[in-house]
């Protein structure tokens, strides 16, 4: 955790409030019961999101970072949404197409690029580790190549990081731009996943 008072810790206090490796989704995949169905509309419906993360890194004044974070996309398609027998696509989702077209908006401008990536790359060492244990432990009737996106980010400290570095060195007003576009990614990313899970979830008060 960085200092509270930065704006980094800012961010991680928005990011736990909005964690989401406490998501039904999550927990059901680490659990195994998730079905397979989730995880093939998660790899079509998120990967459009994935998709874009590169054009973050790419404000956030990181070409070479923005280079291989797309071809992590590809990766993504070719290997997590191939092996689960679909295709990448625009959302069909609600809660994802609004979490791409914010995406979209908060990408295009550095600070707030800087913040919204926060919110993801700050969780994805421990989301893709846990996706890859869950994956192991539950799912073994689906291709190995369905883990190598996470096994790529499953230690990838570094860019959060960079990021956290890049926002506490950005001006005041700018730090509060990056503070408020992370709380609205880590909400966004999380209802995302509401959205995905909701057609899975067991339905309240069902014994």
Do not use: N
């Not at 404000?59 to 996309?73: D, K, N, S, Y």
Request: hydrophobic share 45%.
């Amino acid at each position: 955790m960085h200092p509270a008072s930065s704006a980094s810790g800012r961010c991680d206090t928005a990011v736990a409030a909005w964690r989401l490796l406490d998501h039904p989704f999550y927990v059901a995949w680490s659990d195994g019961t998730l079905p397979v169905a989730a995880l093939a509309d998660y790899a079509r419906e998120y990967g459009a999101f994935i998709r874009r993360v590169g054009a973050g890194w790419a404000a956030a004044g990181e070409p070479g970072i923005a280079r291989v974070e797309e071809a992590h996309a590809r990766i993504w398609e070719g290997t997590f949404a191939a092996g689960l027998s679909t295709t990448v696509s625009e959302p069909q989702v609600g809660a994802v197409a609004d979490l791409v077209a914010l995406a979209d908006a908060l990408f295009a401008d550095p600070a707030t690029a800087i913040g919204a990536l926060y919110a993801f790359e700050s969780q994805q060492p421990y989301t893709a580790q846990s996706k890859l244990t869950g994956l192991a432990e539950h799912y073994p009737q689906l291709p190995a190549a369905c883990a190598e996106y996470f096994r790529i980010h499953r230690d990838d400290f570094d860019e959060p990081a960079l990021l956290a570095g890049a926002m506490d060195r950005l001006s005041l007003a700018d730090q509060a731009r990056a503070v408020a576009a992370c709380g609205r990614m880590s909400r966004a990313l999380h209802d995302a996943l509401t959205g995905i899970y909701a057609p899975y979830a067991p339905a309240a008060g069902c014994d």
